[in-house]
Nanobody
Framework: QVQLVESGGGLVQAGGSLRLSCAASGRAFSRYPMGWFRQAPGKERDFVAG????????YYADSVKGRFTISRDTTKNTAYLQMNSLKPEDTAVYYC????????????????????WGQGTQVTVSS
């Protein structure tokens, strides 16, 4: 069983930065690919970024490429999403998720492809 807890959200001005963290419990997490998703009010939950179990493979949505960086620290069982050059349209609840396929690809973009989810953390970008 894997449990995920996000943190690091908050209010930031446009152009600013935030780093989200996703702390995982469960030894299996270290072998699973994981992703970050976001959901704005009244919209579907969208893929943001994915990372392999080792952290050496990453994949991004076009809307965040070049501004966001996904990473993970296997020694701390924690994944991160560094968000730079934030825009008002990045405002959403951000969720981390893990896919229960050992050593799998980071390229899964659909919510139904992930097995474990955190509770979400709010990111608000003011203009």
């Amino acid at each position: 069983q894997v449990q995920l807890v996000e943190s690091g959200g908050g209010l930031v001005q446009a152009g600013g930065s935030l780093r989200l963290s996703c702390a995982a419990s469960g030894r299996a997490f270290s072998r699973y690919p994981m992703g970050w998703f976001r959901q704005a009010p009244g919209k579907e939950r969208d893929f943001v970024a994915g990372v392999t179990w080792s952290g050496d493979g990453t994949y991004y949505a076009d809307s965040v490429k070049g501004r966001f960086t996904i990473s993970r620290d296997t020694t701390k069982n924690t994944a991160y999403l560094q968000m730079n050059s934030l825009k008002p349209e990045d405002t959403a609840v951000y969720y981390c998720a893990a896919r229960a396929i050992e050593y799998g690809s980071p390229r899964y973009r659909n919510t139904w492809e992930y097995d474990y989810w955190g509770q979400g953390t709010q990111v608000t970008v003011s203009s």
